[in-house]
């Protein structure tokens, strides 16, 4: 039988193959997704408390629970828990590059009517609720990039970086993270924000680069959202004359300057 593991991942106790954990970690996306989904279907003074006592479930289950050595070795290297310590400002430059970016891609997609007119959505009806922004803002930029970046970026990229290299499993993560959210209208906003995560996380050696990107990326939605929640802002940009045209470049730059700032440090 052909080895596939690294001389380096033996040593840290791990012994399944790449693929197999890659295919697992999906699984667990899928099911951590569907239990904090739940807090949107309750009302808002329940799904408060639900939403923050599972994020402190899920971060016992990743930090907090005793294990042997070796599982604990093999668990640091599969999610890449550094810490991102004097990377840190560069992350947060390129965390706002890539809301520049995806702001103008919103514009780009708006123009060309690849996005529906703003409609009142479940998380919208939440929203609108007392206590119903807390939730979202939780959520939002806490509880998804979290769990969806030790997910897709930690669990499910590093175990295919490892068999295909690192371009070819930011692409898949970045897919695989666009594709389940199933969201059409969202893809390519959503792939945007999964190779930059993608090629934060391996080029910081951090997961926690990913997750600030993610985190900051949300939080710009949110903050969008509480000033416009009809979305008339984009309507008027995207209906602008040339808009289409002048914010493609804005976009590009933002991607660029993204990808620029991470390979600072």
């Given at each position: ?55 402190g479930?899920?971060v ?35 965390a ?27 998380l ?22 979290l ?6 970026r ?13 371009g ?10 666009a ?24 080029r ?9 990107v ?46 620029w700032?991470?390979?600072?440090c």
């Open positions: 039988m052909i080895d596939i593991l690294p001389a380096s991942l033996r040593s840290a106790g791990i012994s399944r193959p790449p693929l197999v954990t890659a295919a697992a970690a999906l699984v667990r996306i899928q099911v951590w997704a569907f239990i904090a989904s739940l807090a949107l279907r309750l009302p808002p003074r329940w799904g408060l408390p639900y939403l923050v006592a599972t994020t479930v899920f016992w289950t990743c930090f907090g629970v005793r294990e042997p050595t070796a599982a604990r070795r093999r668990r640091l290297a599969v999610l890449r828990l550094r810490p991102l310590g004097r990377a840190l400002p560069w992350a947060i430059l390129a706002l590059a890539t809301v520049v970016a995806h702001a103008a891609l919103l514009v780009v997609q708006r123009s060309l009517g690849w996005l529906p007119p703003p409609a009142a959505g479940r919208d009806a939440v929203a609108r609720q007392p206590l119903g922004f807390a939730v979202a803002l939780l959520g939002a930029t806490v509880w998804a990039p769990m969806e970046e030790l997910g897709f930690g669990a499910l990229q590093r175990p295919l970086e490892w068999r295909w290299g690192a070819a499993a930011i692409a898949v993560s970045a897919i695989a993270f594709v389940l959210h199933l969201d059409p209208w969202g893809l390519p906003g959503r792939l945007l924000t999964g190779f930059v995560s993608g090629y934060a996380a391996w910081m050696r951090s997961v926690w680069a990913a997750v600030l993610h985190a900051v990326g949300n939080g710009a939605v949110m903050a969008w959202y509480a000033v416009d929640r009809d979305g008339q802002w984009l309507v008027t940009a995207a209906s602008a004359p040339h808009a289409g045209l002048l914010a493609l470049p804005a976009c590009l730059g933002g991607i660029t300057g993204a990808v700032f991470l390979g600072r």
